[in-house]
């Protein structure tokens, strides 16, 4: 079964948002607390091309983490994945999405999977072009195809706001780089990443994404085949093993669909052959998971029998 009804989306929506007070809005990122606490939307996407939505589908959120998976789908169409299984492990951690105990532990320093900081970073500096700005807009590019949005763009106070504070992500990439795990210049590497984790986008834009993983890699809109089907299954398993980090298990026995979040409060579900998920619930629990959005996908789970276990 399939929600394909605006109000009983409406519904769930609004009982999900009553729990936005046990949530609190990301701050580490300064230009992220302006977010209201208890703003919820969410867009599910179909492969026929309907589409169905609540709250308010005009807000605009940034990234951050989601565009961890959009990246890897880019380096691993242009290198393979042998070449970036290279730099970075296919392992969950278990520890924060920022943590640099495991870069410390491992004998080379090897981040142990694309979704967490480290190997994000790793992958960010696998990104072709000859200048930071070649980069950003690869990336772009690679985002509108997805969205089928020729306008999309990146907010340029989140960019900034992170670059300028980032020093734990800045440490990473030193760490990483005194390995030889990533090369280049890690200014570089910072401001496409900033960058990348500021594109921003809507609930139904992203929902389109996600809805591009669920069909193996063809956008339904266009017909276009955005990426192979080899691509799309390798992110994601990535986003059922690691995509909510630390809280990955936990999030497939509850929910049990692909998916990847970000402390912006977004999260892009992909139930494969089915849907499309974009929600943005800025009030976040300790994990830096969307406490709403969460709250929301286990009602959607309960009534339209959405995981895949
Ligand atoms: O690197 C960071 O810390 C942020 N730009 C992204 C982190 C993030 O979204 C983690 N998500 N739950």
């Known amino acids: ?52 939505s609540a709250g308010d589908i005009n807000k605009k959120f940034t ?13 691993l169409m242009d290198y393979g994945p042998e070449r970036v299984f290279h730099r970075v492990g296919m392992e969950p ?101 900033t960058k990348q984790c500021a594109i921003r986008l809507n609930c139904l834009q992203l929902a389109r994404v996600g809805l591009v993983f669920a069909m ?9 085949q955005v990426m192979p089907k080899e691509v799309a299954r390798i992110c994601k398993t990535f986003m059922v093993t690691c995509g909510m980090y630390n809280a990955s298990g936990e999030f497939a026995i509850r929910i049990g669909i692909p998916a990847k979040s970000g402390v912006s409060g977004g999260i892009m579900g992909s139930v494969p052959g089915r849907m499309g998920i974009g929600i943005f619930g800025p009030a976040l629990n300790e994990v830096g998971n969307s406490h709403t959005g969460l709250k929301l996908l286990e009602l959607l789970q309960e009534k339209y029998d959405l995981s895949m276990f």
Request: net charge negative; charged share 25%.
């Open 93 to 193: 951690t278990g520890d924060p999405f920022n943590s640099i105990i495991k870069l410390e532990t491992s004998s080379k320093a090897k981040p142990l999977n694309p979704m967490i900081n480290a190997g994000a970073l790793a992958v960010t500096s696998m990104i072709k072009g000859s200048s930071a700005e070649e980069k950003v807009d690869y990336i772009m590019n690679f985002v509108k195809k997805l969205t089928n949005e020729p306008e999309i763009d990146y907010c340029e106070e989140v960019a900034i706001s992170e670059f300028t504070t980032s020093f734990l992500n800045r440490s990473l990439c030193f760490y990483m780089k005194g390995d030889g795990v990533i090369h280049g210049n890690v200014e570089e590497i910072m401001e496409v990443y």
């Open 63 to 75: 990234l951050q983490s989601i565009s961890k998976i959009i990246t890897l789908a880019l380096v």
């Open 216 to 224: 193996d890699g063809r956008n339904p809109l266009t017909d276009e």
């Open 1 to 52: 079964m399939a929600c394909r009804d605006g109000q009983t989306l409406s519904a769930l929506v609004e009982k999900a948002r009553k729990l936005s007070f046990e949530g609190k809005v990301a701050n580490y990122i300064p230009a992220l607390q302006k977010e209201s606490p208890d703003h919820l939307s969410c867009a599910i996407a179909y492969p026929e091309g309907d589409c169905f």
